[in-house]
């Protein structure tokens, strides 16, 4: 027999039956889902938008490690708003979309850094507080981020607001919060310039000691080259000054003994940086400084001098080194100036041994730039660069002009100096140009090249490698002396 259910008393209310996507919403009002929709949604976003973002990037000049960190933080930007503007609190929104960018960026990055982020060949030392700082510095920018998309869901005032008036009906509770934040914004605020600025990696490890194992040049030695000495434990360290040059910064690396040895004069290289960047990236991204000490230590290149011009334009920042459409005149400031100026303030050798190198957009300036004056140059090389002109900066006939893989055929036999050209096996596009550029090196018969595919993409673990490289093999070229003038403290021998 079927039970009915019992009628309702007169006057009584029955709470009806919610739906399922009242239920929905009800749940989605709680912190902790909320916060998990937000990881979810930057999971999501970053794999069906992350590497499609971070080739934009890389597109623009950026090496793979920015790139990916815009990327990121692009993608929880979204992930935040997205969860506010469907009525999410702002609060669980930027936690959850923070935890996003430790999954997707901060972890995988620090699990990279670990597996492979030192270069061989070059002694290194970890540097605490950059493991320390350079998350704290992506999650800081992460913040930043997550926090704007928060303001785009439509919440962020109201959170500010009720933070206001939390603060006025507490503010001794609320002191030491604000003092610990403070301080963990001090440490990552120069952390997160390093992580924009150079990439992260940088922070992580120094090369400010000699080298302690044998360097592999692109797997196997080449003939000739000599290899990196172990067991040098200190190397002497060089001196840097800084000059101004037609209104532009320019840093000059001296080597250790420079000031003593008067009667000696030194082979120059030149080193152009990528973009976005300044000449500053040599020194928190390569840590060149440091490297140079090593490399000379061990006699693996002579006693040199580095020059690190500012290469950005005045027109538009993106001058490639050129002498562009929009009226900048890198190239010939710096090889009008720049050189004239070097060579009359310090005591260097002359042409035959002054190089000139650079890194992605440095890259292909240093080619260009010895390709259109073989008489000032004996050697280039290029760190992942590229060797056709940008139609924005370059316009009309300055185009091919300004295009490597045309232009070398003008250069006379007698005149092709040694090229060396260095891309990583994941650098996408930029790989593809190389090989086909020393292809027709090749067909052309510009005997003196060195191809080296090195592991890594565009940035720091396959830059300074290629860097590395490069330098062992003008070595070879530029011998050092047996008994170079290096002053300073014997370097120990380890066994």
Request: aromatic letters at 8%; glycine letters at 14%; proline letters at 8%.
């Amino acid at each position: 027999m079927q039970t009915m259910p019992p009628a309702a008393e007169p006057g009584s209310r029955v709470a009806p039956r919610r739906p399922a996507l009242t239920r929905l919403h009800s749940l989605a009002r709680h912190r902790l889902t909320q916060a998990a929709l937000a990881l979810a949604a930057a999971v999501v976003l970053w794999r069906l938008a992350g590497t499609g973002i971070t080739g934009w990037a890389v597109g623009l000049g950026m090496d793979e490690q920015r790139g990916a960190l815009v990327a990121s933080l692009l993608v929880v930007l979204g992930a935040s708003g997205a969860v506010t503007a469907f009525g999410g609190r702002a609060g669980p929104a930027r936690s959850g979309a923070l935890l996003g960018l430790v999954a997707v960026e901060v972890a995988p990055f620090l699990a990279s850094a670990a597996r492979s982020g030192s270069t061989a060949g070059l002694a290194t030392t970890t540097v605490p507080l950059g493991w320390v700082g350079q998350p704290l510095g992506m999650l800081l920018l992460g913040w930043v981020a997550v926090t704007a998309g928060a303001a785009l869901g439509g919440l962020l005032r109201t959170d500010l607001l009720g933070l206001r008036a939390r603060l006025r009906h507490d503010r001794r509770g609320w002191a030491p919060l604000l003092a610990g934040v403070a301080l963990v914004a001090l440490v990552a605020l120069p952390a997160a310039t390093t992580a924009l600025q150079d990439g992260s990696l940088s922070a992580l490890y120094g090369y400010g000691t000699s080298p302690s194992e044998p360097h592999p040049t692109a797997g196997h030695p080449r003939p000739g080259v000599v290899a990196v000495m172990k067991g040098a434990r200190h190397a002497p360290a060089g001196h840097l000054d800084r000059i101004r040059v037609g209104g532009r910064d320019v840093d000059v690396y001296l080597p250790n003994g420079y000031g003593t040895q008067l009667s000696t004069d030194y082979p120059v290289v030149y080193f152009l940086h990528g973009y976005p960047s300044t000449e500053t990236q040599w020194l928190s991204g390569a840590q060149l400084p440091g490297v140079l000490d090593q490399l000379i230590a061990t006699r693996v290149v002579p006693p040199l001098i580095a020059v690190l011009p500012d290469g950005n334009g005045q027109h538009t920042p993106d001058a490639e080194w050129g002498d562009t459409a929009h009226g900048d005149r890198v190239e010939t400031w710096l090889v009008d100036s720049v050189v004239p100026a070097i060579d009359s303030g310090y005591r260097t050798l002359g042409a035959s041994h002054r190089g000139i190198c650079g890194l992605s957009a440095g890259g292909f300036g240093a080619v260009n730039i010895a390709v259109h004056r073989p008489d000032l140059f004996s050697w280039a090389a290029s760190y992942s660069g590229y060797f056709g002109a940008r139609r924005d900066v370059f316009k009309g006939l300055s185009g091919p002009a300004n295009s490597p893989a045309l232009t070398v055929t003008h250069v006379p036999p007698v005149l092709r100096m040694p090229l060396y050209l260095g891309v990583g096996t994941g650098d996408g596009h930029y790989l593809d140009n190389n090989e086909q550029f020393a292809t027709e090196l090749r067909r052309l018969g510009w005997n003196d090249v060195s191809f080296d595919v090195v592991p890594g993409g565009h940035g720091w673990a396959a830059w300074r490698l290629e860097m590395v490289n490069s330098l062992e093999w003008l070595g070879t070229l530029w011998p050092a002396p047996a008994e170079h003038p290096t002053a300073g403290p014997p370097i120990d021998q380890v066994n």
